[in-house]
């Protein structure tokens, strides 16, 4: 019976060890201990914060980003109304056009827009977009023609559909804040479509997130990400049409 209980100990750790889920934590009476609720609490904070603070206003510049700003122009508003989130304000869409390539039917090289919006974590970005752009930029570099990056502050991700109304880039790879959680709130997903408009619908895109240190890190998420652009550049499609196409044969 002994040696069932250390094994069965032995499990519960390596499996305690094994997530970040709150495991083991221990509770006096019916009620989590002190430390085990104050953890709770500041995770919560972290994530509450996340979602409520804008990017600091100079790290646009600081990364070599165009900004830009949807049509929400506060975060309360940014929350309450996601659909203003998918569009640009005016004036910035007539700056966004100014990035359309010229001369796109004597050009064989496809063009990609990389974009960074805050989405619903600034801590996310501030921690890890600015890196996985970089690592994203040198690796698409020698083979598509890349625009000049953009960042839209309380964006949501359906704004690539307006972007891609104006700019009419081949693809459009949208860089943004996950909704963050209790275990981190510095997750990114990027979101890829081929030739987005406004007609453009959710299966349509297709997403590679849980991108932090504890997740997927930069360097493989800029390899995933630059092999799911190929695909679709290959196979002129993105989301459910491109899972099709490189599903294989059966």
């Given amino acids: ?6 094994d069965a100990n032995a499990d519960f750790d390596a499996m305690r060890k094994s997530t970040p889920a709150r495991l083991g934590v221990g509770r006096a009476g019916p009620r989590y201990t002190t ?15 996340a979602v409520t603070t ?15 700003h949807s049509q929400a122009l506060t975060r309360e508003d940014y929350i309450r109304y996601p659909e203003r989130g998918r569009r640009l304000v005016d004036a910035d869409a007539k700056r966004v056009a100014r990035l359309k390539p010229h001369g796109r039917s004597k050009s064989t090289t496809p063009t990609v827009l990389i974009c960074i919006g805050d989405g619903l974590s600034s801590a996310a970005v501030e921690k890890n977009a600015g890196p996985l752009l970089r690592a994203l930029t040198k690796t698409l570099a020698s083979r598509y023609r890349l625009l000049k990056p953009i960042f839209i502050g309380n964006a949501r991700v359906r704004i690539e559909d307006h ?14 804040g996950e909704r963050p959680g209790l275990v981190t709130a510095e ?5 890829v479509i081929y030739r987005p408009t406004l007609k453009s619908i959710e299966p ?19 390899r995933k990400i630059a092999t799911l652009i190929d695909d679709a550049i290959t196979f002129q499609a993105s989301g459910a ?10």
């Fill in 35 to 49: 430390a085990s609720m104050l953890a709770l609490r500041a995770d919560h904070a972290r994530a509450v914060d």
């Fill in 241 to 250: 049409s491109l899972a099709q196409k490189t599903a294989p044969s059966t």
């Fill in 187 to 191: 997750s990114l997903s990027a979101y």
């Fill in 163 to 176: 972007l891609g109304e104006i700019i009419r880039p081949d693809i459009i790879c949208m860089i943004v």
């Fill in 1 to 6: 019976m002994k040696n069932k209980e250390l």
């Fill in 204 to 222: 349509e895109r297709t997403v590679i997130s849980n991108i932090h240190r504890g997740g997927i890190p930069i360097a493989q998420a800029a």
């Fill in 54 to 68: 804008e990017v600091a206003s100079d790290w646009p510049r600081r990364n070599g980003l165009l900004e830009v």
